[in-house]
């Protein structure tokens, strides 16, 4: 395995062992938040169009002004016709608040794996062919925010590699996403 290709499994261990760290220290303000998403995609998927997605995050403070974060969702792109760009991200990352306080902006940095399904509906007379594609995506991304009391907002914008089979295989290529999400804390 190259360099290049073993940064993912170093940032995922250094993440993996925060998370566990977090996990083991009192728990006395986790916090959670649902939030509806709106996904653009970068030029890297032209062919595609915004779409709509939901997530789920978990957040356990570190220390002042530093929180780890874990969450999933469901993501998509669209086209004129179907979502044809499904992704199920799983992150976990680092938030950094610039007040400690329940009205701050934030900062946070995540690593992902994204399960995603690129769908291919055909017509051919009166046949229809369909053909989904599964592929595994990584990648970090960035978000900045603003959080006041039970609400959050948050733009972010996230790098997706292809896994080593499908950079080799496939010859997928890398891709980005913007991602502004809007959620309720609790």
């Known amino acids: 395995m190259n360099g290049v290709h073993s940064v993912p499994l170093i940032l995922a261990n250094a993440l993996l062992a925060v998370t566990i760290a977090a996990s083991a220290s009192p728990a ?8 509806a998403n709106l996904v ?11 779409g709509p997605g939901l997530s789920l995050q978990w957040e356990r403070p570190l220390a002042p002004h530093w929180s780890t974060t874990v969450s999933v ?34 900062l946070a940095a995540d690593l992902g794996l994204f399960a995603t399904v690129e769908s291919f509906r055909f017509r051919f007379a009166e046949t229809i062919v369909r053909d989904d594609q599964v592929m595994f995506y990584w990648g970090p991304g ?12 948050g733009v972010s914008y996230q790098v997706l590699f292809p896994s080593f089979y499908h950079l080799l295989v496939l010859r997928a290529s890398d891709a980005g996403v913007f991602r502004i999400r809007s959620g309720y804390r609790f």
């Open 28 to 35: 006395s303000t986790d916090a959670w938040s649902v939030g």
């Open 142 to 153: 960035l978000t900045l925010g603003y959080q006041a009391s039970c609400f959050e907002s």
């Open 40 to 50: 653009i995609p970068d030029r890297s998927l032209k062919a595609h169009q915004p």
């Open 73 to 106: 969702g469901y993501l998509t792109l669209l086209t004129k016709r179907t979502p044809s760009y499904q992704m199920v991200p799983i992150q976990g990352g680092i938030k950094w608040v610039l007040r400690d306080q329940q009205h701050s902006p934030f």
